[in-house]
């Protein structure tokens, strides 16, 4: 109701996600794109795949072929060229560089582990980072929970953002990590484009990206505006190729982080105990609220609080 009392005034600019935008189209009443001059639209090639494809052709048969439109990316698709074709007119493509590149300053690693000891390998990182800000990556809002939880077990200050958090939680969550009360971040890649957090130092892909070019998004999280930063990709055994694709793409061979793994296995003991509490409070949130909640297990994780490592 607030949106289309302000969109009752006309403004100049208008920013929104393309199915706010059909909602508006729709059932705002004196609502038109009619008169749209410009059309901008930011991380285009994710705009554009299928799960917009619906969305974006049906603001494009409204607004006027008559129009300047603006396509930004960090990373472009065959989609998007589609779109020049079909729905502009001289196109023309302005690109800082022809292969996709990740910046100097930005130190980029990986680390080669059984899939099993994952979670010790996140801890003994996280510890000998002690004092850093991360983003940590992980590919499912569960695992992004899970892990959560898991690192408050062990005294972290971690805090989840996922899709199935409401826009309130999420705003909240951000708010926490960026005013620094929360030093980690646990993510899926609903955070891996756009996010401008000046003080993350590290990024973490915890779960490595399934499509090369999030990784791109992703460790674009940190190394910002001439800032320095570091990135860590897991690769289990099950990842290799995964990993071999992202080198292919950024045109580098990534440097492994170094670990010990005998200080790494005398975790295995804590953290086994991190995740079984981390089990047993989702499982209490799951019989307290039905199978959809896993937005909420923090409280009963902060309660718990084990030592800090
Ligand atoms: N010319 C500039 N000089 C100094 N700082 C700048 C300049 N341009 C942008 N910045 C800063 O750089 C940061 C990143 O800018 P912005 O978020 O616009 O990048 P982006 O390319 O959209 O990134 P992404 O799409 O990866 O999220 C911001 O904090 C912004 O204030």
Do not use: W
């Not at 109701?1 to 935008?21: N, W, Y």
């Not at 300047?68 to 729905?87: D, G, H, N």
């Not at 909240?172 to 899926?188: D, E, I, P, Q």
């Amino acid at each position: 109701m607030s949106q289309s009392l302000v969109l009752a005034k006309k403004p100049h600019i208008v920013i929104a996600t393309p199915g706010r935008l059909i909602d508006h189209m729709e059932n705002t009443k004196g609502f038109s794109l009619r008169a749209l001059k410009y059309l901008v639209m930011d991380e285009a090639d994710r705009i554009l795949n299928m799960d917009f494809e619906t969305e974006v052709d049906k603001i494009l048969k409204v607004i006027p072929r008559d129009r300047r439109t603006y396509l930004f990316s960090a990373t472009m698709t065959k989609k998007v060229q589609k779109l020049q074709r079909a729905a502009l007119k001289d196109p023309v493509k302005c690109a800082v560089s022809t292969k996709y590149s990740t910046v100097d300053k930005l130190q980029q690693y990986y680390v080669f582990i059984p899939s099993k000891y994952k979670d010790c390998y996140l801890v003994s990182i996280l510890n000998e980072l002690a004092g850093n800000s991360f983003i940590i990556f992980c590919s499912t809002c569960n695992n992004a929970q899970r892990v959560a939880l898991l690192l408050r077990n062990l005294g972290i200050t971690a805090i989840p953002l996922h899709g199935q958090m409401s826009q309130n939680k999420r705003l909240g969550a951000l708010n926490k990590f960026k005013s620094k009360s929360r030093s980690v971040l646990l993510a899926t890649d609903v955070a891996s484009r756009g996010l401008d957090i000046p003080h993350v130092d590290c990024v973490i892909n915890y779960d490595i990206p399934t499509h090369s070019k999030d990784y791109i998004h992703r460790v674009g999280r940190t190394a910002r505006a001439g800032r320095s930063g570091k990135s860590i990709t897991f690769v289990t055994q099950y990842d290799v190729e995964l990993f071999q694709r992202i080198e292919s793409l950024i045109g580098k061979k990534l440097p492994a982080f170094p670990t010990q793994e005998e200080e790494v296995m005398m975790l295995v003991e804590r953290v086994s105990e991190a995740q079984r509490f981390a089990r047993l409070t989702r499982e209490e949130m799951r019989r307290r609220k039905g199978p959809q909640s896993v937005v909420e297990p923090m409280a009963a994780a902060a309660r718990y609080m084990g030592p800090q490592l």
